[in-house]
């Protein structure tokens, strides 16, 4: 083709097709984790508990009564979060695909931030268990004020559609909504660490400094976009990042788990 025929439009056709493209074999490479981990692993559990009000009839007084209501199987439970992902790529890439052009030319993919609400609200209740976060009630919060993050993306890129400069009020809001879960996981790890004989395993050493760094890259890579840092001038390299990030991110915990607790003995 004569490169004075190429025109603009050509060029991001060009690049959306390869959207398309990386989408899916990100989708495969999900896929594939997530099938091992339900394949492979072992049958290794973390339990939670409800904490209700009893009342002590001796004393006379109102007391927590820890009462168990599930194991969770930590090998499903991590290859629910790779499979989400592979979900979200598999429609980006296939029947959600125009819409993904649409939003993209934008400045948006509400998707990504739909399948982050969920994969990566998993990922910290799955932290905070091996941290010894076993309450109902502490889980069920740590997951939404995560989700919550997420969807403050979503506003983030939505808002600043309508205006001249970046408005950063979801950004900031997100922020701190996304950090709480983090303080009380700190909580958690610090008091176990101090407890004497029940200190967390080696492998969860690792686990909490690496992906609390993973989930703040997120964070540095909306920032690169919206000041337009060199690549980040073109959207469509963050979005490409976004990708890489969360299949980086999912890959190490779930590997660090398994190699910590569920692979076979």
Do not use: C
């Amino acid at each position: 083709m004569n490169p004075e025929t190429v025109t603009p439009e050509a060029v991001m056709e060009k690049k959306f097709k390869g959207l398309r493209r990386f989408n899916l074999i990100m989708g495969f490479l999900h896929l594939i984790q997530g099938v091992f981990m339900i394949l492979v692993s072992n049958d290794t559990t973390y339990p939670i508990f409800t904490n209700y009000l009893n009342f002590d009839i001796a004393t006379r007084s109102l007391s927590p009564n820890p009462q168990l209501l599930l194991d969770l199987r930590f090998g499903p439970a991590v290859a629910a979060f790779l499979l989400i992902s592979a979900v979200a790529h598999f429609y980006l890439a296939t029947i959600g695909y125009k819409p993904y052009v649409e939003k993209l030319k934008k400045g948006m993919n509400p998707i990504r931030f739909y399948e982050y609400a969920f994969s990566s609200s998993l990922m910290i209740v799955l932290i905070g268990m091996l941290t010894g976060l076993w309450d109902l009630g502490a889980i069920i919060l740590i997951f939404f004020l995560n989700a919550t993050m997420n969807l403050f993306g979503i506003m983030m890129e939505y808002h600043n559609q309508y205006t001249q400069k970046t408005d950063w009020t979801a950004f900031i809001y997100g922020s701190i909504a996304g950090f709480v879960p983090w303080v009380v996981i700190m909580l958690y790890f610090v008091g176990a660490v101090n407890s004497g004989d029940a200190k967390p395993p080696a492998f969860v050493y690792a686990i909490i400094p690496t992906l609390f760094v993973f989930f703040n890259i997120f964070a540095i890579n909306m920032v690169l976009q919206y000041k337009k840092v060199g690549p980040w001038k073109d959207y469509l390299f963050g979005e490409r990042f976004y990708i890489v990030l969360s299949l980086a991110a999912k890959t190490v915990l779930a590997w660090l788990i398994f190699a910590g607790t569920l692979a076979p003995v």
